[in-house]
């Protein structure tokens, strides 16, 4: 059987080069969405139309009884997990600490962090040898903005992020016994539409010539690092990072 993989935030940008390239791969996927299912259908689409297996399932991972609901619908339609990318996160609007608000930051720790967590959480119930599973392996999407704290512009998101980086830590160390890596990566500037919804579309072009490769990332390019981490041939490594960012 296929070693089966949870996507979340599988739609667009990153998430979708995850899905796209783990089929490849011989994973059957479950690319999981929030609101848009015509994207998500599409991502299915070019991995069925390339020999691969995949479906697209809902789920806002912010709320836990979705994230409930996401992992039941992948036992039943696909299987047991062996694999969690913990891809989905948001980025919000520009701006300074005076006008961060909590209705704000819960948004940006609820969708970033809470929901990384119960994706995790369901993930080591189903792996890890402790519960029965045979183990298997979670990447987190954390961000250079966790050691570089995105002052003047994303502060919070740069906070959510680090607190990735500490839960991949801790994770990892807690499951290692029970055959589980938890691993992270930390892209740099990556060609993808959340620098829209951060408000400014062009944001990797603009900053690209300050960049020590002259160039932002491919989707793709993370992917390659995610994949990697996931493999086997990472069988030696937890609780660590792979920056995907040009040198940065
Ligand atoms: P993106 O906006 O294209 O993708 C994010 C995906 O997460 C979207 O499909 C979105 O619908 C989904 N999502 C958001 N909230 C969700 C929720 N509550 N439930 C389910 N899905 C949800 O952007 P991307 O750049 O591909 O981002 C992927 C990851 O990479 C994010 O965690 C982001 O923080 C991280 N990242 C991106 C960059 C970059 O430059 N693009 C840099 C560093 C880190």
Known sequence: MDP???ITGGSRGIGAATACLAAERGYAVCVNY??????????????????????AIAADIA??????????????????????????????????VENLDAARLNRVFAANVTGSFLCAREAVK???TKHGGSGGAIVNVSSVAAR??????????????????????????????????????RPGFIYTDIH?????????????????????????????????????E???????????AGGR
């Not at 959510?160 to 991949?168: F, G, L, N, R, V």
């Not at 990797?204 to 086997?232: C, N, T």
């Open 126 to 128: 189903r792996m890890s």
């Open 63 to 96: 709320i836990e009884s979705d994230v409930i609901k996401l992992f039941k619908a992948v036992d039943n339609q696909l299987g047991p997990i062996t694999a969690l990318v913990n891809n989905a996160g948001i980025l919000e609007q520009q701006m300074r």
């Open 234 to 244: 990472a069988s030696y490594t937890t609780g660590t990072f792979i920056e995907v």
């Open 34 to 55: 929030h609101r848009n299912r015509q994207a998500a259908d599409a991502v299915v689409e070019t991995i069925r139309q390339q020999g691969g297996k995949g479906v």
């Open 148 to 185: 570089l704290g995105a002052p003047g512009e994303y502060v919070d998101y740069a906070a959510s992020k680090a607190a990735i980086d500490a839960m991949t830590i801790g994770l990892a160390k807690e499951v290692a016994e029970e055959k589980i890596r938890v691993n992270a990566v």
């Open 196 to 232: 829209a919804d951060g408000g400014e579309p062009n944001r990797v072009d603009r900053v690209k010539e300050f960049l020590p490769m002259k160039r932002g990332g491919q989707p793709r390019e993370v992917a390659q690092a995610i994949l990697w981490l996931l493999s086997s």
């Open 4 to 6: 089966i993989i949870v």
